[in-house]
């Protein structure tokens, strides 16, 4: 059985609709461990060891945030800078190699705005390639993201409809 990680960074996800569902949706799925990043580490002080012993007995890393300013949540990014250290996951170290990297990214946009011709004028696959770049860098397999937009006009059955897709996602269901 693959063993998931998935690091949820939402820096208010108590009070979040769509990352706190999913988090629920996939509490207690056999072979994944779930992280708030942000109630584990408030100082923002990351325990850089446990994070990697914690990657170390995973095969499969998933990170889920919210896209903020088309990028993930500040503290991911520092958990990502601090982790995946040099001499560890690269330039020598191969703690990583082999296992898989994705992402599960909500955005308040509509998923129109997420297009060539689009309001942005770029896909989500296209700001969201530095995830991809980093797991082909530390010879990590790279999945295609889970991607939910348009929260404003998202109703409860939506929501929960998804929630389920993103529980199969997780839970390595075939199909995705």
Request: with cysteine.
């Amino acid at each position: 059985m693959t063993k998931t990680l998935v690091v949820v960074a939402h820096p208010g996800l108590s009070n979040s609709r769509v990352n706190a569902t999913w988090f629920k949706a996939i509490t207690g799925l056999p072979g994944v461990t779930v992280i708030d990043l942000y109630s584990r580490y408030p100082d923002g002080k990351i325990d850089i060891a446990e994070e990697q012993r914690l990657i170390e007995a995973h095969d499969r890393i998933v990170l889920q945030f919210p896209m903020q300013w088309y990028n993930c949540t500040a503290l991911l990014k520092q958990w990502i800078d601090d982790v995946f250290a040099d001499g560890w996951a690269y330039g020598g170290g191969r703690a990583v190699a082999g296992k898989t990297l994705s992402i599960a990214v909500s955005t308040f946009s509509k998923a129109s705005d997420y297009q060539k011709g689009g309001r942005y004028g770029r896909t989500l696959e296209e700001l969201t390639s530095p995830f991809e770049v980093l797991a082909f860098r530390v010879d990590m397999r790279y999945l295609p993201g889970f991607f939910l937009s348009g929260l404003e006009r998202l109703t409860d059955v939506q929501l929960i409809e998804n929630a389920e897709r993103y529980r199969q996602y997780i839970g390595n269901t075939p199909g995705y």
